[in-house]
């Protein structure tokens, strides 16, 4: 029996994958009946074409499995939208993938490229679903950190982490955590790296559209000799307020394409059906303009939460895109990062990230992120509250 027994065990992975900072505290936050800022949950407004064509989808019937890469109508309507937005030209019917989400197209495209023991670069402060991703995969995540308060890149350091077991290069721009927007010259610097050691370049561009005071979006499938080897992921679950709907896209050159798309279906079958008829709609009839004000809607936010941090002495690193704040807040009690996020929890009811969730072990304990996607009257209320402190 003991021999029996002794085999009823979690795989060797499992211990070093605990809870997401982020999840445990939404759920401490609802608990005490605070205010997320924790959670990226974008609680704004459902764009009304989009929501209405859902409705409609389900009424007509449209709730069974797709095509494994998305129903063509939404296929289409991304292949037009990033060729417009982004200049990335990519087949409907052999190049885009619908995914249950933008974690989930990362999943499989790892799942498809990368074998265990390979080394993957990830910039520090990073998504830290990119990291457990790479661990659950037992692919080795390896950090080049970016330099604060401006995040910037050092390409020496990005150099140095390329070794021969390296295979790709993940960007996460506007990022998560930090904000920050590659720029053009820094994109082309991560290319030239990517073709001189053929790496794949994995680019996670969900928060395209929050882009603050001029900065540009640059996509690196653009680049000369960069379409072949990059894999673009995004998704509408930012841009149309809809991160429960699990709509993602993912663009990648059609070598790899069809081997992404048969792991993405192994795990998730496809995305929801009448919401990728939602999702094609927002993309088909929102005219320019609301890309557009969706950026100064949320740069009045970031501004809104930034002079409140501010006021108080928690310093923020203003973003440059995405919709998320990292503040110093080491004036703030408590042994660490966790503790001081539970502590601004319970004295203000105002719910933020440890910053150590985005960095290496023993980095980031002076850190809290805070997220600004809310309506405004709960931002406010946030804001109210952040300030008795």
Same mark, same amino acid.
């Given at each position: ?85 982004? *200049? ?12 249950? /989400? ?9 799942m498809a490229l990368f074998n265990p023991g390979d080394e993957v670069i990830l910039f520090e402060p990073f998504y830290g679903y ?83 005071? /001029? ?28 991160? /429960? ?67 108080? *002495? ?6 440059? /895109? ?11 009690? *408590? ?55």
């Amino acid at each position: 029996m003991r021999a029996i027994a002794d085999k009823l065990r979690l795989s060797e992975i499992s211990p070093g994958l605990v809870q997401s900072e982020i999840r445990a505290m939404s759920l401490e936050c609802e608990r005490v009946g605070g205010v997320n800022l924790a959670q990226g949950v974008c609680d704004t407004e459902v764009p009304q074409p989009v929501s209405a064509r859902a409705i409609e989808a389900i009424a007509q019937g449209l709730n069974i499995y797709t095509r494994l890469d998305g129903i063509a109508p939404l296929r289409q309507a991304i292949a037009s939208r990033v060729a417009r937005y982004n *200049g990335i030209h990519a087949d409907p019917d052999s190049e885009i993938l619908v995914t249950s /989400g933008a974690t989930a197209g990362f999943y499989a495209a790892c799942m498809a490229l990368f074998n265990p023991g390979d080394e993957v670069i990830l910039f520090e402060p990073f998504y830290g679903y990119h990291l457990n991703t790479l661990s659950a995969l037992r692919v080795k995540a390896v950090s080049v950190p970016l330099a604060a308060p401006n995040w910037t890149m050092d390409l020496d350091d990005l150099r140095a982490a390329v070794t021969p077991r390296t295979r790709g290069i993940v960007i996460n721009s506007p990022s998560n955590p930090c904000g920050k927007v590659f720029s053009r010259a820094e994109i082309e610097a991560i290319a030239a790296i990517a073709l001189e050691h053929d790496l794949f370049v994995i680019t996670d561009e969900i928060y395209e559209y929050f882009v603050f005071e /001029g900065a540009r979006h640059i996509s690196p499938a653009t680049l000369p000799g960069m379409a072949e080897r990059t894999i673009t992921i995004s998704g509408l679950s930012k841009t149309f307020s809809i991160t /429960g709907w699990r709509i993602g896209t993912l663009i990648a050159d059609r070598r790899w394409l069809g081997t992404i798309a048969y792991f993405h279906d192994l795990i998730y079958v496809c995305a929801p059906s009448p919401f990728q008829h939602g999702a094609a709609a927002g993309l088909l009839h929102l005219p320019d303009s609301f890309y557009q004000s969706l950026a100064k809607d949320y740069q009045k936010k970031r501004d809104t939460l930034c002079a409140a941090l501010d006021e108080i *002495g928690l310093t923020p690193s203003i973003p440059q /895109g995405a919709y998320y704040v990292l503040a110093d807040v080491s004036r703030l009690h *408590g042994a660490n990062a966790r503790e001081k996020a539970r502590n601004l929890l319970h004295q203000t009811g105002v719910a933020a990230v440890a910053g150590t969730a985005f960095f290496a072990e023993g980095r980031g304990e002076n850190l809290l992120r805070f997220c600004f996607a809310k309506r405004d009257e709960d931002l406010e209320r946030a804001c109210a509250q952040l300030r008795k402190l």
